[in-house]
């Protein structure tokens, strides 16, 4: 008989990158409401293990926050071994570590007959540190985990990798070519490792979140000086069909589903959770 409910899930590890981001703290928090233990990996120490404290008082359920780099295999080995010795096993994967940066956008939305004498303001100005680091980030900082804590699901026989892709893996917003072809590439990704690891007990999905207002898209977003949004924050509010931003909380649904056993025959998809961004045609 089937199982409606996500009991499941007590007493599972889950490791998350970018863990103590916006997002990621949203996860956590629902996965510890859940009973899964989590160990929350970031770049910032301090934060990862002040949340990991706060998880623990909160929901009663064990936590660790642990300094990683998604890009350095061999500090994610390091950090596979202490989650190993504190938790024993890991059950879960979010990759979560992300993110966009002003060093891979271009100022100009496109080029035009008009422009055409501010060529650096658009593609050809792209400063190539600034794009690899964005796409780096992205795609082997979803890549490099799952090969380090992938090795260990496969060796037990089950778990679940969730990679957290975006609405701009479909339909490349202008200005950030490096976000979108990465999490493009993270579409790709999922689908193939999804392939490979079918017959081993592990599932491989993502999640593809609409238009979240995060500390990485801020800028693009929001006008600091007035608190408005900006030009380009309100065409994107005019073409999601719920009229406004996705909350964190509002991917923790479909996180539970794909991370528990109600969804044990579903490995290789991108959900989108979008407010409706996806059916919308523009008029």
């Known amino acids: 008989m089937a199982n409606y409910n996500f009991d499941d899930l007590k007493g599972k590890v889950c490791v998350i990158t970018g863990g103590a981001g916006i997002i990621g703290t949203s996860m956590v928090k629902v996965l510890a409401a859940a009973g899964v233990k989590t160990a929350i990996l970031d ?11 706060e998880i623990t008082k909160e929901f009663g359920t064990e936590s660790e926050g642990i300094e990683s780099n ?18 024993g096993k890991i059950d879960i994967l979010i990759n979560g570590a992300g993110g966009n940066s002003p060093e891979a956008t271009t100022q100009l939305e496109e080029l035009t007959g008009e422009t ?11 400063k190539m540190e600034g794009f690899k680091k964005v796409f780096d980030l992205n795609f082997i900082g979803t890549l490099l985990p799952s090969m380090v804590f992938g090795e260990e ?47 081993t007990g592990v599932r491989v999905n993502a999640i593809a979140p609409g238009f979240f207002l ?6 693009l977003l929001m006008d600091e000086s007035s608190g ?13 069909p719920m009229g406004k931003f996705g909350e964190p909380e509002d991917l923790q649904g479909t996180l539970l589903y794909l991370v528990s056993d109600i969804s044990a025959f579903v490995t290789g998809i991108v959900i989108p959770v979008d407010g409706g961004y996806s059916a919308f045609g523009g008029v």
């Not at 998604?70 to 938790?87: G, H, M, P, T």
């Not at 995060?214 to 800028?219: A, H, K, L, S, V």
């Open 43 to 53: 770049l910032r120490e301090e934060v990862a293990r002040s949340l990991a404290d």
């Open 70 to 87: 998604v890009l350095d295999k061999e500090d994610l080995i390091k950090s596979r071994e202490e989650v190993l010795r504190k938790f």
């Open 153 to 199: 699901m496969v060796k037990n026989g089950k778990g679940s990798i969730i990679n957290i892709s975006s609405m701009n893996s479909y339909k490349p917003l202008t200005k950030i070519p490096a976000y979108s072809a990465a999490k493009s590439a993270v579409n790709n990704f999922t689908e193939w490792l999804a392939v490979h690891f079918a017959k």
């Open 214 to 219: 995060t500390n990485q898209n801020r800028f």
């Open 116 to 126: 055409k004498d501010m060529m650096e303001e658009g593609f050809f100005g792209l």
């Open 228 to 240: 408005n949004l900006t030009e380009r924050g309100n065409k994107i509010i005019s073409n999601t």
